[in-house]
């Protein structure tokens, strides 16, 4: 699995100033909806209901925020570099800036925990993490992302 397969070019988004988390679920439930054809309700409500069970902020100003859907037949993920870091309720207590998420289908067992772990993988790479801090075109952002592609299994 690569992250190429996960996330398109079009999945990748800069947002200005998200006024709170729930805005934020709002916003990727909307993308979710445009480019997966998912129910954006459905999409909202299984986020929040996601968090409520523990908070998806892993620290280092990342979240993985993620939930299984109806309609999907694969995983597919979005990602937002939020101008403005958001409190997430980071396992370091820190802001997040870098948002990275997961939708997988709702029978998934091991596709869903494989593409998790690829993701936390990649954005644990502090370099990487800075240099998608440092940019904000989102075509840059899906090169940056998808650069280690090739060496992954």
Known sequence: MKISSIVQPNAVRTLPQPTSKKRLFHDMAELAHQLYGLEASQVLD??????????????NGVALPHARLH??????????RLDKPLDFDAVD???VDLVFGLFAPKGSGVD?????????RTLRDEELRGK????D???ALHA???SGDGAES
């Not at 998608?132 to 940019?135: D, F, I, K, S, T």
Request: proline share 7%.
């Open 144 to 146: 940056m992302l998808t």
């Open 93 to 95: 207590r820190q802001p």
């Open 132 to 135: 998608l801090r440092a940019n």
């Open 71 to 80: 309609g999907l037949d694969r995983v597919v993920g979005l990602f937002f």
């Open 112 to 120: 869903h925990l494989k593409a998790l772990a690829l993701v936390s």
């Open 137 to 139: 075109d989102p075509a």
């Open 46 to 59: 299984a986020l929040q209901e996601r968090e409520t069970l523990g908070p998806t902020g892993v620290g």
